[in-house]
């Protein structure tokens, strides 16, 4: 079932502009939905909403889009650099891996209650109120995003080819090929970290709640499994 699916979007990406474009949307939405290192960053960002208490959709809306602004903005330099390098795209090391897997079983255990790390939020409203974490959502997503490289670019490769195919030719298409695929990857996170805030606004949660507890406790215990499976898959 799968496979029909991408061997479908994958032949779409030659089809009309229209069907490429939707094509390329949706190759990103099932890029972080089926992929267990993309998939992390949805807990990531649902466990660091959750972590700062009640706080308004738009915010929200925000923090998740900088969080994955960071992801992005990594990546593009990842796949600059190691392209001149004449590497595989987002072949940075094992070490990126280590790094990353240890910030994440950091977080995560944090997320637990076992850690304190102010700069992420936790539960002084007094801090939070000073502190907007949007430079916290932003940093957590370029770190996060080194970790995303080589499983980022094996997931564009038939998107890559085309836009390498187009480049010669139709270069703002094949860039908006890219930008179809960005805007379906990372729709998924930020719809996750809106939503947080939708759900915790309608049961009335705030940092304190049993049920926001229990979140955050799930969410860190999937970021700390992330962070053991990038630290393996480092080897």
Same mark, same amino acid.
């Given at each position: 079932?799968?496979?029909? +699916?991408? =061997? ?18 949706? @190759?990103?939405?099932?890029? +972080? ?5 993309? $998939? ?13 208490? &009640?706080? /308004? /959709? ?13 992801? $992005?903005? =990594? ?13 595989? $795209?987002?072949? +940075? ?31 002084? !409203? ?16 370029? +770190? ?7 499983? =980022? ?18 270069? @703002? ?10 805007? #379906? ?12 805030? &939708?759900? !915790? ?12 507890? @229990? ?10 499994? =992330?962070?053991?499976?990038?630290? @393996?898959? #480092?080897?």
């Amino acid at each position: 079932m799968i496979i029909e +699916i991408f =061997t479908t979007l994958s032949k779409a990406l030659y089809s009309n502009h229209v069907a490429a474009m939707a094509a390329a949307f949706t @190759w990103g939405i099932l890029s +972080i939905i089926l992929s267990p290192c993309h $998939l992390a960053s949805i807990p990531l960002i649902v466990g660091f909403i959750n972590d700062r208490g &009640k706080m /308004t /959709t738009k915010k929200s809306f925000f923090l998740s889009l900088l969080f994955s602004a960071g992801i $992005l903005i =990594t990546i593009g330099f990842i796949g600059i650099i190691t392209g001149m390098m004449g590497r595989m $795209l987002g072949n +940075i090391g094992g070490f990126a891996n280590y790094f990353v897997a240890g910030i994440l079983i950091i977080i995560g255990l944090h997320l637990v209650g076992l850690v304190p790390l102010p700069f992420f939020g936790g539960i002084d !409203q007094e801090k939070i109120g000073r502190d907007n974490g949007y430079l916290a959502a932003l940093m957590i997503g370029l +770190i996060f995003g080194l970790a995303m490289g080589p499983c =980022t670019f094996a997931y564009m490769a038939p998107v890559l080819a085309v836009v390498f195919s187009l480049s010669a030719k139709e270069f @703002w298409y094949g860039l908006l090929l890219l930008l179809a695929y960005a805007l #379906g990857h990372f729709s998924v996170v930020v719809f996750a970290g809106t939503f947080t805030e &939708k759900v !915790q606004s309608y049961l009335n949660w705030n940092e304190t709640s049993a049920g926001a507890c @229990w979140i955050r406790k799930i969410c860190g215990i999937l970021v700390i499994i =992330t962070g053991i499976y990038l630290m @393996w898959g #480092g080897e």
